[in-house]
């Protein structure tokens, strides 16, 4: 577990513009810890090849993570000063108290947000309920057609299911009432849906995404398992990659463990300088026992390292490189440093 910083005093508290009596960690560098994330469910109906929470899903699906947990946790951060909480899982809209925790999560002042594959979202009695709590849902969509889709997702109708919430959501965007909600998209990339991503980006920007946040793999869980037939390419992401965002022109693009370099003049569209710190609060193991802990995060370099091309670079310092398992499986000579 990662430093959590240090607790500044009333003063610096007041200064940083939070509320009295609030306590918030700070990192080294200064940073306010505003954003939580908190696992709600260790189930999840779809089976994603690349999952990255696969093996702590399979780990600690026994510990059910319930409401009074849940409640002692938001009122804990909220009482630090967090501002924001995103729930995720597994998938959250499973957990059987899922409208409360939106509810407890509202009352104690906290912007509310989701990732999603939509499973009881693509529910209209359900939607309706839900949407009204929620500031933000990040969709995971994985291909612009069922057949890419659900080869990632591993389950037949997952795009049917996920493409009616995000066009129940998109509708309530519309409406007076949902002028504040942001609707939002993720997509994580293989080897298996990379040639189709300027047509997935081009389809969540006609569903009405706003956001859309490309996650390049990460070696974990699923991930981990089949790194080396499921993760792309240097060479092959920066050949895809630049003629992204003029698919969706009306939406913001992040993407995601991607070297800047490969981004070509979309450089600024890394989202390694929109990143926010952040504690993840998920059941952990520790010596005898599991806890349900926070992990703090200060940067977006976890399991991320500079590949020797970095030395020089003149944007260095604020990439994070590349996954640090890809530097252990392939060459790097792809990538193309910044000289100015």
């Given amino acids: 577990m990662s430093s959590p910083g240090f607790t500044p005093t009333a003063t610096q508290t007041s200064e940083l513009g939070l509320p009295d009596g609030a306590t918030p960690w700070l990192g080294a560098q200064g940073q306010v810890m505003r954003r939580l994330e908190l696992h709600l469910s260790y189930h999840c109906p779809e089976r994603c090849l690349f999952c990255s929470e696969a093996h702590r899903m399979q780990r600690y699906r026994p510990h059910a993570v319930t409401w009074g947990r849940v409640a002692a946790v938001l009122r804990l951060h909220a009482e630090r000063g967090v501002q924001a909480v995103h729930f995720t899982g597994g998938e959250p809209t499973i957990h059987p108290r899922f409208l409360d925790v939106l ?87 293989t080897t298996r849906n990379l040639d189709d991503l300027p047509d997935t980006v081009a389809l969540l920007g006609e569903l009405g995404a706003r956001l859309i946040v490309v996650s390049n793999l990460t070696a974990e869980g699923g991930g981990h398992d089949r790194y080396d037939a499921l993760a792309p390419r240097l060479e092959d992401l920066r050949r895809v990659l630049p003629t992204v965002p003029a698919r969706a022109p009306g939406a913001v693009l992040r993407f995601f463990g991607v070297p800047m370099c490969l981004l070509g003049e979309h450089w600024a569209c890394s989202n390694d300088l929109h990143w926010d710190p952040r504690v993840t609060v998920e059941w952990q193991s520790i010596p005898g026992k599991v806890a349900f802990a926070g992990i703090y995060s200060w940067a977006p370099d976890r399991k991320r390292a500079h590949a020797p091309e970095c030395k020089g670079c003149a944007r260095r310092d604020l990439c994070k490189g590349v996954n640090d398992q890809y530097l252990l499986t392939w060459d790097t000579d792809a990538l193309r440093p910044f000289d100015g």
């Fill in 103 to 189: 509810r407890l999560a509202r009352r104690l002042g906290m912007r509310t947000s989701i990732g999603t594959i939509g499973t009881m979202l693509a529910r209209p009695e359900f939607a309706a309920q839900a949407l009204p709590l929620l500031d933000e849902a990040l969709f995971s969509v994985h291909g612009p057609t069922a057949a890419v889709h659900d080869a990632m997702a591993g389950r037949a109708g997952s795009f049917q299911t996920v493409t009616s919430a995000l066009r129940l959501a998109a509708t309530y965007a519309r409406t007076p009432a949902g002028q504040h909600f942001g609707l939002f998209a993720n997509t994580v990339l």
